[in-house]
């Protein structure tokens, strides 16, 4: 089968998601300042452990191969090693996002006796300068650490997952040679204005030159760097990147939040992009196959706006989350186009209009100022 073929069979969407993400709680030990989900604080409706264990067992039904866990910080549930033991048990294998606050040495021997187990460590800065102004003081010495344990516990290949900033663009190749160092692989994905990125994404995100920077080093480094296929909107700049050329929101990927809401995108947590609960009869397989709003999603695309441009084939008119917190419509281009056409509308913006651009449904920051700045302009 032709990658062309691939990506048109998967864009009609499948019987059971590729990749799924699921956020078990909202609780986080840090405040980052691009957090998609604006985690901080528990919310006491989260799943039980029983609903849980349900919807794992509903998974395996569905013969899903494996599952995104984040939050929050997932492991500061108590029942966090019984879920994803579970999860294992059905032959449902598990990568989960961490800061690692939570992987100490016994934690880290407990990780690395099971199987079908992938660990993603975040950090946004290969200092404590860089890393540490986006997501808390001391936050780098403890993602390290982290890192440490996993190695002295021969956890093997971990990866270590970086969200791209104007502020970390110049630290690839350090990226590169930190996982390197570890025997674990670099993991780099976009930046979107999404929860409170929201706020920040006018002063974190790339710059155009920075664009094309990002670009030619994932062509470099490309094969051996993952990335989500979340920069598939850079490839109207020519070569096309690693990876699926297509938007897969309700297709190929969805997002189950803490309470048990199933969202078409992990980067769209807003009601307008809702399509059910696992809650409800039918549950998660019938919001995966019937919804609404998962089938428009498959339907024939339009190119609206970008029609006229003559890369709209290569970078499919970007990324649906950017546009949307942005305030751009949705069939228009993506805010970082490189051709320029989405900063040109971002640009035509009224002072009305910026106040009107959508904001994330639910905010569970902890009551706290977010007045750290990055370190380098």
């Not at 039904?61 to 048990?89: A, C, K, T, W």
């Not at 919001?287 to 029609?307: D, I, M, N």
């Not at 709209?312 to 993506?334: E, H, N, R, S, V």
């Amino acid at each position: 089968m032709s990658a062309e073929t691939l990506v048109s069979q998967l864009k009609r969407g499948l019987d059971a998601p590729i990749c799924l993400t699921w956020e078990l709680t909202y609780a986080c030990n840090l405040q980052c300042v691009h957090c998609l989900s604006s985690s901080g604080q528990r919310d006491p409706r989260e799943l039980s452990p029983a609903q849980a264990k349900a919807v794992i067992d509903e998974l395996r039904d569905l013969q899903v191969f494996y599952i995104n866990i984040g939050g929050g910080e997932p492991m500061i549930r108590r029942d966090f090693f019984d879920i994803i033991g579970h999860s294992i048990d059905n032959s449902i294998g598990v990568k989960f996002s961490t800061n690692g606050a939570y992987i100490d040495t016994d934690s880290a021997r407990r990780l690395a006796a099971m199987d079908y187990l992938d660990i993603q460590i975040s950090l946004d800065g290969t200092d404590a300068a860089t890393n540490d102004a986006v997501r808390g003081v001391g936050s780098f010495d403890t993602a390290i650490a982290a890192m440490e344990n996993l190695r002295r516990a021969n956890f093997g290949e971990f990866k270590i997952s970086v969200v791209v900033t104007r502020h970390n663009v110049d630290q690839l190749d350090d990226f590169k040679s930190l996982a390197d160092s570890y025997g674990a692989q670099l993991r780099i994905t976009r930046l979107r204005p999404a929860g409170r990125g929201a706020d920040t994404w006018h002063e974190l995100h790339p710059t155009s030159d920075q664009q094309i920077e990002i670009y030619r080093w994932l062509l470099a480094h490309g094969e051996k760097v993952l990335t989500g296929d979340s920069f598939f909107h850079l490839n109207a700049l020519g070569e096309p990147l690693p990876g699926l050329n297509l938007c897969g929101a309700g297709r190929v990927v969805c997002l189950i939040d803490p309470l048990g809401d199933v969202y078409a995108c992990p980067f769209v947590l807003h009601d307008e992009f809702r399509a059910g609960s696992v809650l409800e009869p039918g549950g998660f397989t019938k919001v995966w196959r019937e919804s609404t709003l998962f089938t428009s999603l498959r339907e024939p695309e339009s190119a609206g706006a970008c029609a006229s441009c003559g890369s709209y084939d290569a970078c499919q008119g970007g990324c649906m989350a950017a546009k949307f917190f942005t305030g751009l419509p949705l069939d228009g281009p993506d805010p970082e186009c490189v051709s320029g056409h989405g900063e040109e509308l971002l640009s035509a913006r009224t002072s009305s209009d910026v106040a009107s651009a959508p904001k994330p449904t639910s905010n569970h920051s902890r009551p706290v100022s977010l007045t750290r700045k990055p370190a380098r302009a």
